[in-house]
């Protein structure tokens, strides 16, 4: 039976150097919905058909990235079994008390081969979507700014993506369902791996520095509201980075571009449904380039390269 442990990515942590700026900048241009501030000085946010309280939480910091990626959990079994597991394969876990983050129950952390802070918890209080839960209106996407429909995936880069993929598989339950082949034909260059039936919940790509952040993605509806969010960016003066184009991996439609302290996002439409039973694909080192950008067909260095 689907979907009985790790529901969805629920929440990331985002390091901005100036904070005032980039409360600004991702309530008018990236059009997150402002959910309050902690006594940390922490700034919360949703996405605008997202149902719980908050999914990114900005923190000031000196340098850009990511601090910690978190999914939701069905329930307190569930995140008691997960807890187990994680412990039995030999990864150390701590509980975060609850109310730490705001609206947020108990978390369980710890930290996967590559180095990134993970999380999972059970309870964010339902703050409601945009149009509400009976007789809805459908939600027109009417700004400020992009207003993406939720927070998707995050795509990670680190030194042992093969540990990534066997704690991810085989201890919270994700599936396989993209990767690129290095030169040598064998060798992992980065996976796509999903818990539920969306093409990928996250990826990861091997890189010589451990913990490190390429993109946060935000679901939009359609490539003309990938096509809308370039034209709200490119209006604001915000960088973007490649796109509007399309992956081959996962089919989506795509725009990546920089909040103001250099933290790569996307917002991405479409990619197909993928379920635990279908054999992942497999791109090969000499197409790759068609993967990662499939009308260029062709790498593109500084997208590969540049991380937080
Ligand atoms: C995506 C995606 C890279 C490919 C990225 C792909 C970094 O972001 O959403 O499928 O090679
Ligand atoms: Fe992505």
Redesign the pocket.
Known sequence: MAMTGILRPGHAQIRVLDLEESVKWYTDVLGLVPMGRDSQGRAYFKARQERDHNSIILRQADRAGMDFFGYKVLDQAALDGLEKKIRDYGIQTERIPAGDLMETGERVRFKVPTGHTTELYVDKKPAGNAVGTENPNVDVIDGPGIGPVRLD?C?IYGKDIDGNHDFYTKVLGFHLVER?KMEDGTTDL?I?LSCSAK??DI?M?RHSEDDKL??V?FQVTSWEQVLRSADILSNNRASIDVGPTR?G??N?T?VYFFDPSGNRL?T?SG?YDHYPDMEPTTWTWDEVGAG?FYHPRKLNEA??TVVT
């Open positions: 995936h795509l690129v980065a796509w093409a990928h990826a790509v390429h993109h993605a992956h991996i996962t989506g795509t996307e991405f990619g990662i997208f590969l």
